[in-house]
């Protein structure tokens, strides 16, 4: 049983930075491609950004690719995504999704496995 578990959310300041974990348990973690998400309150959810060990590619939003950076760490099968510069746009439930498949997550902006979702909340 696949389990995908994030952390890390809470209250922030525009201007600071904030790091999300995705921890995927239960499964190979080096055959997961994984993405992160985020919704807020009447918009459509969209991807943050990426990564795919099989295809060595990590994949990042055009207008947030300078403020975002994901990062591995295998040893605790664990995704990080680091937030700068955090700015009230940002706010939004964030989300972890875990996949096979690269290019499900990519371009049907969806997982076979997500987290529960953690909520980050900047304030200007």
């Known amino acids: 049983q696949v389990q995908v578990t994030e952390s890390g959310g809470g209250l922030a300041q525009a201007g600071a930075s904030l790091t999300l974990s995705c921890t995927v348990s239960?499964?190979?973690?080096?055959?997961?491609?994984v993405g992160w998400f985020r919704q807020a309150p009447g918009k459509d959810r969209e991807e943050v950004g990426s990564?795919?060990?099989?295809?060595?590619?990590?994949w990042y939003k055009h207008s947030l690719r300078s403020r975002v950076t994901i990062s591995r760490d295998d040893d605790k099968n664990t995704v990080y995504l680091i937030m700068n510069d955090l700015e009230p746009e940002d706010t939004a439930m964030y989300y972890c999704?875990?996949?096979?498949?690269?290019?499900?997550?990519?371009?049907?902006?969806?997982?076979?496995?997500w987290g529960q979702g953690t909520q980050v909340t900047v304030s200007s």
């Open positions: 990564v795919s060990w099989k295809c060595d590619r990590t």
């Open positions: 239960g499964g190979s973690f080096s055959d997961y491609a």
């Open positions: 999704g875990a996949d096979e498949t690269w290019s499900k997550i990519r371009f049907e902006l969806n997982a076979k496995y």
